[in-house]
C-alpha cells in the first residue's frame, strides 16, 4: 500500500501485513511473548529479578542479560553485536536500582527473519517485560526504515521511496537500512542503528518518519494488553 | 582527598566539574584528545598503522595471503576485519576468549567495510574461482581508554592504504602461484571513513570523546562514521537516556567538522608513509 502525504508530496510505503502478538506463550518463565511483525517472528522469554552469584553482582541495581539465539546454529558475532543493542535499551527501559544484587535474563529466539529483524525483537522483549510486570521507566518502540532508489537517478533525493518495516526483500533493494527505537512517554532516541550511506536531511525524514510509525506500534501494544487482561477477566 | 571523592562518589565527583563547563583532565565538553598517526610501524606486515587518541593506542597490522575463493563468491577476494582487547590493555578485561565488546567492535568495523566499500572485493581477485587474496586486518588496543572504535577505524583505513599488493600469475602447468615481489601495486581504497564517539551525561551534556572513566558514569555511546562528503555510513547508539534529534544534529554536524580534520592527518601521512603525523 503506497501513501502520498499531499502536503509533503512524501511517498510512503506501508506494510500490508500487520503485527501479531501472543503474551505468555511459554508456562514457566516469567513473562514471554511470541511476538510478529509482517514475516518476521521472535519468541522472548524474560526471567527476573533473580538470584545472582555475589561476585557478578551490582550493590546499586540490577544487571540485564540479553542472549540472542538464532534460528539455526550456535550464536555468533552477529548475534553478539544485535544482543548489545537489546541490553542497551533494556538497561534504560528497566528501573534497575528497584532490585539490587538481582539480574534479568532476557532470551531472545529468532523464529523466523524475514527483515527488519532488531526491531521485531525490541518490541517483542518490551511484550515480554510487559508480560512479566517489570517496572519500567517507559516502553521501548522500535521502528526500521529503509531507504530505496526509486529509478536510476543520481541524485540523491525525495524521490527516494521510504518503507516502514521493509520485508526482506526490500531490505536487498535499499540503499539504506535504519533502526530507531523511541520512549513512549517524550518520543526521544534511545537507541539507532543506521547503515548505508545517507546525506543527514534523508536521516532526518527517516527519523520523522520512525516517531510517526510508533503511534501504530504503541496502540498494538495497548490493544495486547488490553485482550490479555479482559481473557484473564473473563475466566 | 580528591582521590578518595573520585572513587567513592564518581559521579558526584564528575557533577562538580560539569558545573564549571570542564572536565576532569581540563578538556572543554566539546574537545577531543590529541590524535596521532604513524603508518608502517610493523615492518613483517603487508601494511600496518598505529593510532593514540590522548591515552588510546591502537594498532593495526594487515597481512596478505593467497587462498581460494569461496565458491558462492568466485569473483571476490576476502578481507577478515578483527578488533581484539586483550587483557593487557585494561583490568576491566579478563584473559581467555574474545570479550563481548571485542566482538561487537569486530562487527561493526566488518558492517563499515562492507557499506562503505572501503577495499572492492573484486579488486582481490587474481583468477576468478582459483585465486584470490585474503586481507587479515588485526586491530589491537595496547591501551584502553576509551573511543577505542574511533581509533581503530583510523587505524584500520591507514593501514589499508599502506598495503601494496605484488602481482601474481598462476602457472597454468603446475597450478601453483607466482609471486613477483619487485612489482608492487598499492591497494585501492574507495573510501576513507572517521568514527566520532559521544556519551551523554544525564540526557542534559554531551560529552564528546570520552575516556574510560567517564565512559562508565555517562550512558548511550554514539559513534557516527562520516565520510569526505558529509555522507552518514553508520550512526549506531546500543541504548542509554533518551536524547532529542536535536541533540542528534549537533552530533552529527560536529562529527563531520572531525572528518575534515583526520582527513587532513590521512593526507599528510599518505604523502610520506612511514613518518609520523599529528594533529
Known amino acids: 500500500m503506497i501513501m502520498k502525504d ?14 501479531q502478538c501472543e503474551m505468555n506463550a511459554l508456562k514457566n518463565t516469567d513473562g514471554s511473548a511470541f511476538y510478529s511483525q509482517g514475516e518476521t517472528s521472535v519468541m522472548v522469554a524474560v526471567y527476573g529479578p533473580g538470584d545472582l552469584k555475589e561476585t557478578k553482582q551490582e550493590i546499586d541495581k540490577a544487571l540485564v542479560e540479553v542472549d540472542f539465539r538464532p534460528k539455526l546454529g550456535s550464536p555468533t558475532v552477529n548475534e553478539k553485536y544485535l544482543e548489545r543493542f537489546v541490553q542497551g535499551v533494556c538497561e534504560n527501559a528497566i528501573m534497575l536500582s528497584l532490585h539490587p544484587r538481582t539480574a534479568f535474563a532476557i532470551i531472545v529466539q ?3 527473519d524475514q527483515g527488519s529483524l532488531l526491531s521485531c525483537a525490541i518490541n517483542a522483549v518490551c511484550v515480554a517485560l510487559q508480560d512479566a510486570g517489570v517496572s519500567m521507566k517507559y516502553l521501548p518502540v522500535a521502528v526500521t526504515v529503509a531507504l530505496k532508489k526509486e529509478s ?17 526483500k526490500e531490505e536487498c533493494e535499499s540503499f539504506s537500512i535504519l533502526t530507531f527505537v523511541f520512549d513512549s512517554v517524550n518520543k526521544n532516541l534511545l537507541c539507532t542503528h543506521s547503515q ?17 510509525a510508533t503511534e501504530e506500534v504503541l496502540k498494538f501494544f495497548r490493544d495486547s494488553v488490553t485482550q490479555k487482561v479482559a481473557a484473564g477477566l473473563e475466566l | 582527598m580528591e582521590d578518595i571523592f573520585k572513587h567513592i562518589q564518581p559521579v558526584e565527583y564528575y557533577k562538580s ?3 564549571e563547563n570542564i572536565r576532569p583532565d581540563t578538556r572543554t565538553l566539546q574537545q577531543i584528545r590529541k590524535t596521532t598517526l604513524n603508518v608502517g610501524p610493523i615492518t613483517t606486515a603487508d601494511g600496518s598503522a598505529l593510532v593514540k587518541i590522548g591515552d588510546t593506542m591502537v594498532m593495526c597490522g594487515v597481512k596478505a595471503e593467497l587462498t581460494q575463493p569461496t565458491a558462492e563468491e568466485p569473483k571476490k577476494g576476502i578481507i577478515v576485519p578483527n578488533l581484539d582487547l586483550p587483557a593487557l590493555c585494561s583490568s576491566k578485561f579478563k584473559p581467555g576468549p574474545p570479550n563481548t565488546q571485542a566482538q561487537v567492535g569486530t562487527k561493526f568495523l566488518d558492517n563499515l567495510m562492507k557499506i562503505a566499500n572501503l577495499v572492492n572485493p573484486e579488486d582481490l581477485c587474481i583468477v576468478p574461482d582459483k585465486l584470490v587474496w585474503v586481507l587479515y586486518c588485526d586491530v589491537t588496543c595496547l591501551n ?14 591507514a593501514a589499508l592504504r599502506s598495503v601494496s599488493l605484488p602481482s601474481v600469475t598462476l602457472n597454468e602447468e603446475t597450478d601453483t602461484p607466482v609471486t613477483n615481489v619487485n612489482e608492487k601495486t598499492p591497494l585501492t581504497i574507495n573510501c576513507l571513513p572517521v568514527a566520532y564517539s559521544f556519551s551523554f551525561f544525564e540526557s542534559d551534556h554531551i560529552i564528546t570523546d570520552p575516556t574510560l572513566s567517564e565512559e562508565d558514569i555517562t550512558s548511550g555511546c554514539l559513534t557516527i562514521v562520516s565520510d569526505e562528503h558529509e ?17 542528534l544534529e549537533i552530533c552529527i554536524q560536529r562529527s563531520f567538522k572531525r572528518t575534515k580534520e583526520v582527513h587532513k592527518l590521512y593526507k599528510a601521512v599518505h604523502k610520506q608513509s612511514g613518518s ?4
Open chain 1, 6 to 19: 499531499d502536503m509533503h508530496d512524501e511517498v510512503v510505503e506501508q506494510p500490508t501485513s500487520k503485527f
Open chain 1, 110 to 112: 529468532i523464529m523466523q
Open chain 1, 152 to 168: 536510476e537517478s543520481e541524485i540523491e533525493d525525495a524521490t527516494d521511496v521510504l518503507i516502514i518495516n521493509p520485508a526482506i
Open chain 1, 196 to 212: 548505508g550511506p545517507l546525506l543527514p536531511k534523508q536521516h532526518e525524514r527517516c527519523l520523522k518518519a520512525a516517531k510517526e
Open chain 2, 17 to 19: 566539574f560539569l558545573k
Open chain 2, 144 to 157: 584502553y581508554d576509551g573511543c577505542v572504535i574511533d581509533a581503530a577505524v583510523i587505524a584500520l583505513v
Open chain 2, 231 to 247: 555522507n552518514l555510513l553508520l550512526v549506531d547508539r546500543p541504548g542509554g537516556v533518551s536524547i532529542t534529534e536535536a541533540q
Open chain 2, 276 to 279: 609520523n603525523d599529528q594533529t
